[in-house]
C-alpha cells in the first residue's frame, strides 16, 4: 500500500476501504455496547449468580482492546508525524485482536451447539 507493494492501486479503492472501515466501526461500537450490557465485563458471578467464565473474560477484555486499537488506527492514519512503520503495526494489531475475539465466540458456539452440519 502508499506504493510500497510494487503494484498500482485502482483509484477508487481508498475510498472503498474509508467506506468499509467507517462502517466497521459503527457495527463494533453496536457489537460491543450490546456485550458489554448482556455479559458486563467482571470477574466473579453474573447477577443470576452463575459464574462469568474465563472465556467470557477473555472475550469481553479483548473486546475492550479492539476499542482502543481502533482509536490508534484511527490516530495513526490521520497523524502526519508518526514513523513510517506505525499504521501496519496499528493495522495489523487491530485485526489480530478481531480475530482472537471472534475466536473466542466460535470456540464457544462450538462447543456449546457442536460443528455445523449441512442440511439437505
Same mark, same amino acid.
Request: charged content about 10%; proline content about 5%.
Given at each position: 500500500?502508499?506504493?510500497?507493494?510494487?503494484?498500482?492501486?485502482?483509484?477508487?479503492?481508498?475510498? #472503498?476501504?474509508?467506506?468499509?472501515?467507517?462502517? %466497521?466501526?459503527?457495527?463494533?461500537?453496536? @457489537? *460491543?455496547?450490546?456485550? =458489554?450490557?448482556? &455479559?458486563?465485563?467482571?470477574?466473579?458471578?453474573?447477577?443470576?449468580?452463575?459464574?462469568?467464565?474465563?472465556?467470557?473474560?477473555?472475550?469481553?477484555?479483548?473486546?475492550?482492546?479492539?476499542?482502543?486499537?481502533?482509536?490508534?488506527? #484511527?490516530?495513526?492514519?490521520?497523524?502526519?508525524? %508518526?514513523?513510517?512503520?506505525?499504521?501496519? @503495526? *496499528?493495522?495489523?494489531? =487491530?485485526?489480530? &485482536?478481531?480475530?482472537?475475539?471472534?475466536?473466542?465466540?466460535?470456540?464457544?458456539?462450538?462447543?456449546?451447539?457442536?460443528?455445523?452440519?449441512?442440511?439437505?
Amino acid at each position: 500500500m502508499y506504493g510500497k507493494l510494487g503494484i498500482r492501486a485502482p483509484s477508487w479503492l481508498g475510498a #472503498v476501504h474509508r467506506a468499509t472501515g467507517a462502517t %466497521a466501526l459503527v457495527l463494533t461500537v453496536f @457489537v *460491543a455496547y450490546n456485550c =458489554l450490557w448482556a &455479559l458486563g465485563l467482571e470477574v466473579g458471578t453474573l447477577p443470576n449468580g452463575e459464574p462469568v467464565s474465563t472465556r467470557s473474560f477473555v472475550h469481553g477484555l479483548v473486546g475492550c482492546t479492539v476499542v482502543g486499537a481502533i482509536v490508534v488506527k #484511527v490516530a495513526a492514519v490521520r497523524s502526519r508525524r %508518526a514513523p513510517g512503520w506505525f499504521l501496519p @503495526v *496499528a493495522g495489523g494489531l =487491530l485485526f489480530s &485482536l478481531l480475530i482472537l475475539a471472534i475466536l473466542t465466540s466460535v470456540v464457544w458456539y462450538i462447543g456449546e451447539k457442536g460443528w455445523p452440519s449441512q442440511v439437505g
